[in-house]
């Protein structure tokens, strides 16, 4: 069973930047998908990025600009690095992993940005 494994979060006061990690015990230039999900309290979990096995990229319209996702296919790592954060980017960050049906989500890392 595929396993992600997700670091980096912390606290940071507004205007900081934080790196997340996710670790997958499969080789992620398999997958077809890596991305990065978003779920503050109350509310759903939102995409925030994600990254094809092609190296093409999407973001969330909230994000642009600000945070910027890559992947390490040697390292089978995928980061997630978040520049110029705002209170309400706070949330617990999941990774997920998609190839074909096969859907696999990280235990997630906190993110909390104080104002």
């Known amino acids: 069973q595929v396993q992600l494994v997700e670091s980096g979060g912390g606290l940071v006061q507004a205007g900081g930047s934080l790196r997340l990690s996710c670790v997958t015990s499969?080789?992620?230039?398999?997958?077809?998908?890596m991305a990065w999900y978003r779920q503050a309290p109350g509310k759903q979990r939102d995409l925030v990025a994600s990254i094809s096995n092609s190296g093409s990229t999407e973001y969330a319209d909230s994000v642009k600009g600000r945070f910027t996702i890559s992947r390490d296919n040697a390292k089978n790592t995928v980061y997630l690095q978040m520049n110029s954060l705002k209170p309400e980017d706070t949330a617990i960050y999941y990774c997920?992993?998609?190839?074909?049906?096969?859907?696999?989500w990280g235990q997630g890392t906190q993110v909390t940005v104080s104002s």
């Open positions: 997920k992993r998609l190839r074909g049906p096969i859907i696999t």
């Open positions: 499969a080789s992620i230039s398999s997958a077809n998908r």
